[in-house]
């Protein structure tokens, strides 16, 4: 039995042209009977890093009974000159998250996947408490499983107030050890006790791993990075994905 939460990430490469950039992180999101891969906003367009790519292609497995089976899956970001994904802001501005929806009827029809839900989305009134335990799900360098084409988890902590966006952004800190191409990733919660309308993926989305923090001025010889990360608040995607 594979780890539902393994099956509800995804490697993200992006291309202009024919030429490979960079890697990154995804996952799968499902509303409706729609389906979406979701990554950071910066993975689709970086305006101050000149990253413009034109295509992603993610990793989508293809036989259940062989998880080295996989193939890449070519997504164009632009149709008729206009971006596909979708993006958010809030009163803090612009949100580091894009979703794109995948056509299910360009899909193999064996895709095999897990996809989170409104529902393993965070109530409002359900407390997470600073230092509570999380994972990242994702694939830190393109560091991965090659032969099954599965992604690793680094553990993290709730490193702010969960209910206080960090500085007045559409953040929340964890502290973890990330690496590049980790951008994008789930950050998720352990469901307990387990919840049966959560399925087979007992998990809450809290976040979507951004970026990692420093702090100006550093001495890059005699202070250590901070080991802070930027997680977007996932219940953005709730607007993100709406008709």
Request: with cysteine.
């Amino acid at each position: 039995m594979i780890e539902s939460i393994l099956l509800s990430a995804t490697r993200v490469w992006t291309f202009a042209g024919q030429q490979s950039l960079t890697n990154a992180s995804g996952f799968f999101f499902e509303r409706d009977g729609r389906l979406f891969v979701v990554t950071s906003r910066h993975v689709l367009i970086d305006e101050p890093s000149s990253h413009f790519p034109d295509r992603i292609e993610i990793e989508l497995h293809t036989d259940p009974d062989n998880m080295a089976q996989s193939i890449g899956f070519s997504i164009p970001l632009y149709r008729s000159g206009e971006s596909i994904w979708r993006q958010g802001q809030d009163s803090g501005g612009d949100i580091d998250i894009a979703v794109i929806e995948l056509q299910r009827s360009a899909l193999p029809a064996s895709l095999v996947y897990s996809a989170f839900t409104p529902m393993h989305l965070n109530d409002p009134l359900d407390e997470v408490e600073v230092g509570a335990t999380l994972l990242v799900v994702g694939f830190p360098l393109g560091f991965h499983d090659t032969l099954h084409h599965m992604p690793v988890v680094r553990q993290a902590v709730v490193a702010s107030s969960f209910s206080l966006r960090f500085q007045g952004m559409g953040y929340f800190l964890t502290d973890a050890r990330t690496h590049r191409g980790t951008s994008g990733a789930p950050v998720v919660m352990r469901v307990s006790p387990p919840a049966p309308e959560l399925g087979d993926l007992q998990w809450k989305l809290l976040g979507v791993h951004s970026a990692r923090l420093d702090v100006d001025g550093r001495d890059l010889v005699l202070d250590e990075a901070l080991g802070l990360n930027c997680a977007w608040y996932a219940d953005i995607l709730m607007t993100l994905t709406a008709t």
